[in-house]
């Protein structure tokens, strides 16, 4: 059973626009969250992290908000640049532990 | 951040045969990963590779099918024994850096049995 689901396979955005991809969990014992980014042909490379005590993380144009009475994490990217076309992962985790739960992608496409 | 490699980069196996994969990274790292990503699926930690004793599999992956070396902190083999078509997939080394708990990501190996 899927425990981290991203339910948009695609999302196209214009550029200079906010780009927001979503992502739902269902085990309430996930604490640890990531987005992963990935262009063809390279290993998805660690875009952003958010902590369960945290509602909101930031950096430069990214931003993970968490809402966990929703179990919902989003991740949101101002302004959009062509170069931000990849596939998106998000990924949880708890505990200590070393398995981390991916969801299957949302391949964002930013318009110039 | 660790830069990683992994050999090769991509394959076609016929099946029955068995192929290993290296993971080289450019630094000391206590932990390692080995991860799946089939056609259209999520990834998916197969085990994580320990220094110095036997790897750790999860539920669904067996030692027999997926045998897993870790010789030193810098590098890590996974083999795909008597591969069938289903063992088609995208093979991912991952480390950890200690940047919270995040993982890093190799390249990967993209396998094709026929």
């Known amino acids: 059973d899927q425990q981290v689901k991203q339910n948009s396979p695609s999302l196209r955005v214009q550029e200079g626009r906010i780009s927001i991809l979503n992502c739902d969990y269902t085990?309430?014992?996930?604490?640890?969250f990531l987005w992963y980014k990935k262009y063809p042909a390279e290993g998805p490379t660690f875009l952003i992290s958010?902590?369960?005590?945290?509602d909101k993380n930031e950096d430069g144009r990214f931003t993970v908000f968490l809402n966990k009475s929703a179990k919902h994490l989003s991740l949101h990217i101002v302004p959009s640049q062509p170069g931000d076309s990849a596939v998106y992962f998000c990924a949880a985790s708890a505990g200590t532990g070393n398995q981390f739960y991916f969801g299957t992608g949302t391949s964002l496409t930013v318009i110039p | 951040s660790a830069v990683i490699s992994q050999k090769p980069s991509r394959d076609i196996c016929q099946r029955g045969t068995s192929l290993t994969i290296q993971c080289q990274v450019d630094s000391q790292v206590t932990m390692m990963f080995w991860y799946r990503q089939q056609p259209g699926q999520s990834l998916t930690l197969i085990a994580t590779?320990?220094?110095?004793?036997?790897?750790?599999?999860e539920s669904g992956f067996v030692i027999d099918k997926f045998p897993i070396s870790r010789p030193n902190l810098t590098f890590s083999t996974l083999t795909v024994s008597n591969m069938s078509p289903e063992d088609s997939s995208i093979y991912l080394c991952?480390?950890?850096?200690?940047?919270?708990?995040?993982?890093?990501f190799g390249p990967g190996t993209r396998l094709l049995v026929l």
């Open positions: 958010i902590s369960s005590i945290k």
């Open positions: 085990n309430s014992m996930f604490d640890y």
């Open positions: 590779a320990n220094q110095g004793s036997e790897a750790t599999y």
């Open positions: 991952s480390v950890g850096t200690g940047v919270g708990r995040a993982q890093y």
